[in-house]
T-cell receptor
């Protein structure tokens, strides 16, 4: 089954404690992306990756890091989480090409930073 | 700055009617626009993409229009059903691989 998986699905942590949210896709997609979703603001792109070792900033990259060492994985790293990073996070993937139709989203990771 | 707006208020309609959702954008000329469905606690699910040179696109009971002069896309669900109740997101291609999403419109279809 074609899918994007994220782990963990739920996470409660404290300010300053480094964490990683993993994302993996089994569709051999070149493009992967991370979004955060907050009430009233919609989905905002954090980082995206066009292929292995190629990443770029989205609209809200501050406080986040990503890496793309393998095609299937695109982890999101919060080196020193703060309460304003409490949000619902989604990973997504699709084939390369700006007009490719389908972007597949993961199930989401709900992060709370105390 | 680039801005994409959807009806912030929920849309309530009766089963069998056509639901029409609006997406307006400013300060950009996107090459394409997408529509997604999102159910509570779940990730968005892609529905349709319409390109800048296309006026209309259909898929089963769904229809999307794209007016680049008005900077607006309309999303229609004909013969709506309670199972169509969800939040619908529009998103535009902001150049390269960047995507900008609207905040979404909640649709409630009453039986």
């Amino acid at each position: 089954e074609a899918q994007v998986t994220q782990n963990p699905r739920y996470l409660i942590t404290v300010t300053g404690k480094k964490l990683t949210v993993t994302c993996s896709q089994n569709m051999n997609h070149e493009y992967m992306s991370w979004y955060r979703q907050d009430p009233g603001l919609g989905l905002r792109q954090i980082y995206y990756s066009m292929n292995v070792e190629v990443t770029d900033k989205g609209d809200v990259p501050e406080g986040y890091k990503v890496s793309r060492k393998e095609k299937r994985n695109f982890p999101l790293i919060l080196e020193s989480p703060s309460p304003n990073q409490t949000s619902l996070y989604f990973c997504a993937s699709r084939l390369a090409g700006p007009h490719t139709d389908t972007q597949y989203f993961g199930p989401g990771t709900r992060l709370t930073v105390l | 700055s680039q801005k994409i707006e959807q009806n912030s208020e929920a849309l309530n309609i009766q089963e069998g009617k056509t639901a029409t959702l609006t997406c307006n954008y400013t300060n950009y000329s996107p090459a394409y626009l997408q529509w997604y469905r999102q159910d509570p606690g779940r990730g968005p699910v892609f529905l349709l993409l319409i390109r800048e040179n296309e006026k209309e696109k259909r898929k089963e009971r769904l229809k999307v229009t794209f007016d680049t002069t008005l900077k607006q896309s309309l999303f229609h669900i004909t013969a709506s059903q309670p199972a169509d109740s969800a939040t619908y997101l529009c998103a535009l291609g902001a150049g390269g691989f960047k995507t900008i999403f609207g905040a979404g419109t909640r649709l409630f279809v009453k039986a």
